[in-house]
């Protein structure tokens, strides 16, 4: 098979730039659902004009709306980032309370082993910690 290596090269360029313009079409197609100061018009038609003219309707999108693009990116990490260290913060929180619960419970049944405490106020104090 005769396939020069420039003829390889240029290939592998062109299937590099059709994976970047890719990229860049479903990144600003994110951001046109993303974005809260368009309208549902506003989005339909800025959709409508990406997809069916894609090189021109990326091109036009970066151009007009471009700067915003990152403000609305960061916004938008920001308020993952929000969430994550509230889920974490609920879950390390529940966490610690059930493992206090547990140590809880570990001792009276050491003071009831050691028969510091009868059968009945381990009973009341168990439920006590487990309510």
Not at 14 to 41: A, K, N, Q, T, Y
Not at 81 to 100: P, V
Request: aromatic share 12%; with cysteine.
């Amino acid at each position: 098979m005769d396939y020069p290596l420039l003829n390889a090269f240029w290939t592998m360029c062109l299937i590099f730039l059709w994976v970047m313009w890719l990229i860049l079409l479903f990144r600003i197609i994110g951001d046109i659902f993303r974005s809260h100061d368009l309208g549902g018009w506003g989005k339909t038609g800025w959709l409508v004009l990406v997809i069916l003219l894609p090189f021109l309707g990326v091109f036009i999108y970066v151009i007009a709306r471009g700067h915003g693009m990152s403000e609305r990116e960061i916004a938008h990490a920001e308020r993952q980032q929000k969430q994550l260290q509230a889920y974490l913060r609920d879950t390390i929180a529940t966490g610690d309370e059930t493992n206090r619960h547990a140590d809880s419970l570990a001792k009276l049944a050491e003071l009831k082993k050691h028969g510091d405490i009868t059968e009945e106020e381990y009973q009341k104090a168990k439920a006590k910690v487990l309510a």
